[in-house]
């Protein structure tokens, strides 16, 4: 089995920084696609950040500039540095990852962390 591990969630105040960690383990012959998505009470589960394997990104209108997501491949882990923090950011920030376990890519998800955001 994959775990997506994620850490670095917190409060912080707006205009504040966090950086968020996601790490997968487990018999894991390549990860393609990581993300990040995030559901705020009420809402739906949202994409924050994507990254290829091969580096290409993709950001939500709402967070292009703000935020900068990177990987690390040999160590499975994605981040998410999330600057300029606005309280509309508060959400739980869950951890996304597309893997190849066997023959066939699966997504799997990590527990989430809660981020949360004062004005």
Avoid: H
């Avoid at 960690?21 to 012959?29: D, K, R, T």
């Avoid at 997501?69 to 300029?84: H, P």
């Avoid at 996304?96 to 949360?116: C, D, E, K, P, R």
């Amino acid at each position: 089995q994959v775990q997506l591990v994620e850490s670095g969630g917190g409060l912080a105040q707006a205009g504040g920084s966090l950086r968020l960690s996601c790490a997968a383990s487990g018999i894991i012959f390549s990860i393609n696609t990581m993300g990040w998505y995030r559901q705020a009470p009420g809402k739906q589960r949202e994409l924050v950040a994507s990254i290829t394997r091969g580096e290409i990104t993709n950001y939500a209108d709402s967070v292009k500039g703000r935020f900068t997501i990177s990987r690390d491949n040999a160590k499975n882990t994605a981040y998410l540095q999330m600057n300029s923090l606005k309280p509309d950011d508060t959400a739980v920030y869950y951890c996304n990852a597309a893997a190849l376990v066997g023959l066939s890519y699966s997504s799997y998800w990590g527990q989430g962390t809660q981020v949360t955001v004062s004005s």
